[in-house]
């Protein structure tokens, strides 16, 4: 009874304009139906969504609401380590902490010099301190194949969460701060149950020495590299999901055409070259189909291609006068949001694959400037990021797909084209809020954000999936180096 | 400078023809002898002269020719790349368009072996990709309204450049109504010659 009440009051006045109550007493009655709802309607996904209206996750757990700003402190130690493998684990404990910070799911507590280390773990000490999570690490072997040994303690509950050994790529590979984001995104795990966004890289437009070109990197702003070398116009990098493929547009051969590029060593080779125009490419969940826009008759359509039959273009999207453009799959790969102007305006639609029909997600504003563009939908599904106009500048937004929950999350300055990290709570975007061109990050619970690259007509951020499962090669393919030693050894 | 120069060489010839005046005079001797080789030359001269003044005419012509043809190209060039302006967020042709894109039609006409490039162009306040769009569909909608005079398909080809080439890269309406255009590259010149 006093949910329906509650939801109905929600429904039809947004806000909390409506609440008669004092502030005090409507929270205290909010809180505790929200109580209530979760503890009944938990397991129901399509009402445990209701209370998140706003987009902000509750995380229900143990009967507790977790307030989305309260980060649990965490505590990580200095790194055991033989004298050779001493400067690893100090980086390895400044990279791990920073991961953990930058995750948002944490607060990073500092250790004070009379902490005593040695011995069984001190619960009763560390839960003094404020600490809800113990992270002890060691690094051990030999240079050239050490390994990482984690162990997170929960010192509430005063027990070993879990423990896991990482191998680590031989000193100075250049693969070692993946391997040690890819601990620091267990760690998340291990605690929340939620995947981490460390092992992840971001890549990005800037401008180059010949022109726009792809750029990449870490999700720690770390490790900047330049992937395209064609001193041409190139947008719009879109990742293959397991992470090792770029898909991007570029007017390298004069007509603009979809081109990828692997990681590794950085070459593009065509992909799809239509008639007219292609753009804005995006792969499906699996792989297996590439969504771009292309000229039709002087307009843009929706595409599909085949990837694994490398054939096939079909037609996705049916408006005979305006332009359908930046598709993004759900992570089903069923439905797409995208770009057109359809109604006038320039708005989001979703559309089944399998459907003709498209449904508006951002909503209609008669005799106004109404510009909404550059479309992702988030890996967890529940909304879809995209920048929309405010007062003629561009902000953020995020919106259910089915077009409930509009929700701003930017001001200042000008902000464009999101993309979500791979854990649903991320997201890059451009802005010039530090006064020149950059990406940022924002944390969509927290609202905590931070400068991840700065440069010239840095713009089209795209975040890649998680990389964890990519193998480095063992042992460390350092041809050159290893020739060196060989014929050093060699020589008296 | 120059003029300084100019001046010191009028001196300087000046000074010379006095020079050979007074030689003259103060040689004064009756040496002058009336002969009729000079008819001779005279003939001669005229032939030459003719002959000069006929190539003097022939190159004069020729040169006022080229004139004429650099005029005639400068005037197809300057119609045929003269750009067109959009209004915000807008691909149709713009009253103030027309008669741009009439006199194209004409000259156009006119030199029938004339190919052109449409590009598109945005401003930067939209979306960077919508504005690959919006750029295509303002480049197909003047080739469009040329085709509509019965000129061929085929002699145009349209390329969008979305917000990537401003003309001008100032945050104000000036620029922005500068950047939202088309521009007209000729890719083939035909009788009218590639030029220098």
């Not at chain 1, 806000?15 to 109550?21: D, E, K, Q, T």
């Not at chain 1, 009379?114 to 773990?121: A, F, I, W």
């Not at chain 1, 797909?401 to 409930?404: F, T």
């Given at each position: 009874m006093r949910l329906s009440m509650r939801l109905a009051g929600r429904m039809t006045r947004p806000?909390?304009?409506?609440?008669?109550?004092p502030v005090g007493q409507a929270l205290f009655v909010r809180a505790a139906v929200l109580l209530v709802a979760a503890l009944i309607l938990a397991p129901d996904p399509a009402v445990a969504q209701e209370p998140e209206r706003d987009s902000?996750?509750?995380?229900?757990r143990v009967g507790i609401v977790y307030q989305p700003a309260f980060r649990p402190g965490i505590v990580m130690p200095p790194v055991a380590a033989p004298d050779e493998l001493r400067d690893l684990a100090d980086s390895t404990r400044t990279i791990i902490l920073r991961d953990l910070d930058q995750s948002d799911h944490f607060q990073v507590m500092g250790v004070g010099e009379?902490?005593?280390?040695?011995?069984?773990?001190n619960y009763a000490l560390w839960d003094q301190l404020g600490a809800v999570w113990l992270l002890i690490a060691a690094i051990e072997g030999p240079p050239d194949s050490p390994v990482l040994r984690l162990s997170l303690h929960d010192v509430v509950f005063k027990l070993l969460q879990e423990v896991q050994a990482f191998e680590l790529p031989p000193?100075?590979?250049?693969?070692m701060r993946l391997a040690l984001h890819i601990a620091a995104d267990n760690v998340v795990g291990w605690a929340t149950g939620s995947t981490g966004m460390a092992a992840t890289k971001v890549a990005y437009v800037a401008e180059g020495p010949g022109g726009s070109e792809i750029y990449v990197v870490d999700s720690?702003?770390?490790?900047v590299r330049r992937l395209?070398?064609?001193s041409s116009i190139a947008l719009s990098p879109a990742w293959s999901p397991s992470g090792d493929r770029i898909a991007f547009m570029s007017y390298k051969d004069g007509d603009p055409a979809i081109y990828g590029l692997s990681l590794n060593p950085g070459r593009s080779t065509l992909l799809i070259d239509l008639p007219g125009m292609d753009l804005t490419p995006a792969y499906s969940p699996d792989g297996t189909v590439l969504a771009f826009g292309s000229t039709v008759e002087g307009r843009t359509e929706i595409f599909t291609y085949d990837l694994t039959r490398r054939c096939c273009p079909e037609r996705a999207t049916f408006a005979r006068y305006s332009n359908s453009l930046s598709p993004t799959f759900s992570p089903d790969g069923k439905r797409i949001a995208f770009n057109s102007d359809r109604l006038g305006q320039l708005h989001i639609f979703v559309k089944d694959m399998q459907n003709v029909s498209a449904e508006l997600v951002t909503p209609y504003i008669y005799d106004r400037s109404v510009h909404n563009a550059g479309p992702d939908w988030s890996p967890k599904g529940d909304r879809i990021a995209f920048h929309g106009w405010v007062r003629g500048t561009a902000q953020i937004f995020t919106v259910a797909?089915?077009?409930?929950g509009l929700r701003q999350l930017t001001q200042t300055s000008r902000n464009e084209d999101p993309s979500w990290a791979p854990d649903g709570r991320h997201i890059v975007f451009s802005s010039t809020r530090s006064g020149s061109d950059g990406l940022w990050v924002l944390d969509?619970?927290?609202?905590r954000i931070r400068e991840l690259v700065r440069g010239r007509a840095v713009r089209l951020p795209a975040w890649s999936g998680n990389?964890?499962?990519l193998s480095y090669t063992y042992p460390n393919p350092y041809p050159s180096n290893e020739a060196a030693v060989g014929s050093g050894s060699n020589n008296p | 400078m120059a003029s300084i120069g100019r001046k010191n060489v009028g001196w300087l010839l000046g000074a010379i023809a006095l020079t050979l005046v007074i030689a003259a005079c103060g040689g004064g001797?009756?040496?002058a002898e009336p002969e009729p080789e000079p008819q001779v030359a005279d003939t001669r001269d005229a032939a030459a002269d003719s002959a000069a003044r006929a190539a003097e005419a022939k190159r004069r012509a020729e040169a006022e020719e080229a004139r004429r043809r650099e005029a005639e190209r400068d005037r197809v060039v300057t119609i045929a790349t003269e750009r067109v302006f959009f209004d915000f967020d807008k691909s149709n042709i713009r009253a103030d368009a027309e008669p741009v894109l009439q006199r194209k039609v004409s000259v156009l006409r006119e030199y029938p072996d004339i190919t052109i490039r449409i590009e598109g162009n945005c401003d930067d306040r939209g979306s960077v990709e919508y504005n690959l769009a919006l750029g295509q569909r303002r480049a197909e909608a003047v080739r469009r309204y040329l085709i509509s005079y019965?000129?061929?398909?085929?002699r145009f080809t349209v390329i969008s450049y979305g917000e990537e080439?401003?003309?001008?890269?100032?945050?104000d309406e000036k620029a922005w109504a500068q950047n939202r255009r088309d521009d007209f590259v000729i890719t083939n010149y035909g009788r009218l010659g590639a030029g220098d």
């Open positions: 806000g909390s304009w409506g609440m008669p109550a902000i996750p509750t995380d229900v009379d902490v005593p280390l040695k011995g069984p773990v000193l100075h590979h250049p693969d720690d702003g770390y490790g395209s070398n064609d797909p089915n077009g409930r969509v619970v927290s609202g990389l964890d499962s | 001797t009756p040496e019965g000129l061929d398909t085929s080439r401003p003309l001008d890269r100032a945050q």
